[in-house]
């Protein structure tokens, strides 16, 4: 699967769509890839404005999860869905939308950065737009991609070398070019992948500011292995687990501090403190 699969979205107006903290809501959610039962009735409500970590072993379906968050669970041909995304209360999957709604709307950055290597900075940040058709003039497009490299934590480190190959950045650099890029078509909610675990301790922390201060404007969901990370940046959490040969379901999720300080169920005081 590619990062990519905007290439296929028919152009939109710019300016369309909603505005706004939105929440997500994933409503009983079963998963299959061909007759296996990846996923199996799971709920969970990322709030408006908050940071949801998803956590728990490797294979209980969080990528699945995250997938199916924007609609790109179905680029897998024997993928199957079964349950509702709401998305301030709309359904991202009803027939009569259109997928490219959804995917603008909610963006994902993934755990190997992947800029376009050749294509200089600002190109890369303005990537999306070109995708989508969305028109901008040229001082429009100077100004998006001020803003969102200085969202994305990387401004003051480019400012100077925007024609620059993104390729040439370093690793921690990159990945904050792909949330630069994927904040240049105003998605609601971005959803990350692992974003930090191919990258430094610093990076990681510089990652995790810019997280911090995005969830002023978006909504958040991450995954990631890291507890530490999960309690620094997230405000809500969502353990997952897959009994052996089972399906993955959500066993705890509430608010982190909660979670970790006090879990009500064993099996996550087992994970968080790395018993597991
Ligand atoms: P996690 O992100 O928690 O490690 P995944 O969502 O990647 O878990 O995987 C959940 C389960 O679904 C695993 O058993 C995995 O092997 C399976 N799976 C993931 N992607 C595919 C796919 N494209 N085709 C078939 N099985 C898959
Ligand atoms: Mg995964």
């Not at 379906?61 to 995250?66: E, I, P, Q, R, V």
């Not at 890029?181 to 998605?187: D, E």
């Not at 809500?236 to 509430?254: D, K, N, R, S, T």
């Amino acid at each position: 699967m590619t990062a990519d699969v905007t290439t296929t979205l028919p152009p939109v107006p710019a300016g369309s769509g909603a505005t706004g903290l939105a929440e997500l809501q994933a409503r009983d959610i079963t998963a299959w890839f061909g007759d296996r039962k990846v996923l199996d009735r799971v709920s969970l409500t990322m709030p408006a404005g908050g940071i949801t970590a998803l956590i728990g072993p490797s294979g209980c379906g969080k990528s699945t999860f995250l997938r199916i968050l924007n609609r790109m669970h179905e680029l897998v041909p024997s993928a199957q869905l079964a349950g509702e995304v709401l998305l301030d209360g709309e359904d991202i999957y009803d027939p009569a939308k259109r997928l490219i709604d959804a995917r603008r709307s909610i963006g994902m950055v993934f755990q190997k950065p992947n800029p376009f290597p050749a294509m200089s900075i600002r190109e890369n940040v303005l990537a999306g737009l070109k995708l989508t058709g969305t028109k901008a003039d040229r001082s429009t497009k100077d100004e998006l991609v001020e803003s969102c490299l200085r969202k994305g934590g990387l401004w003051t480190e480019v400012k100077d070398r925007l024609d620059a190959p993104g390729g040439g950045l370093s690793g921690g650099q990159q990945q904050r070019l792909c949330i630069a890029r994927s904040l240049a078509i105003k998605p609601r909610v971005l959803l990350m992948d692992e974003p930090c675990s191919a990258l430094d301790p610093t990076s990681t922390r510089v990652i995790e500011e810019t997280m911090l201060e995005l969830a002023q404007e978006v909504t958040i969901v991450i995954v990631t292995h890291n507890m530490q990370q999960a309690a620094r940046v997230s405000s809500e959490c969502a353990f997952f687990l897959a009994a052996h040969g089972q399906p993955g379901v959500i066993v705890e999720h509430g608010e982190t501090r909660a979670m970790f300080e006090n879990p009500q169920d064993q099996r996550t005081s087992d994970y968080v403190h790395g018993r597991f």
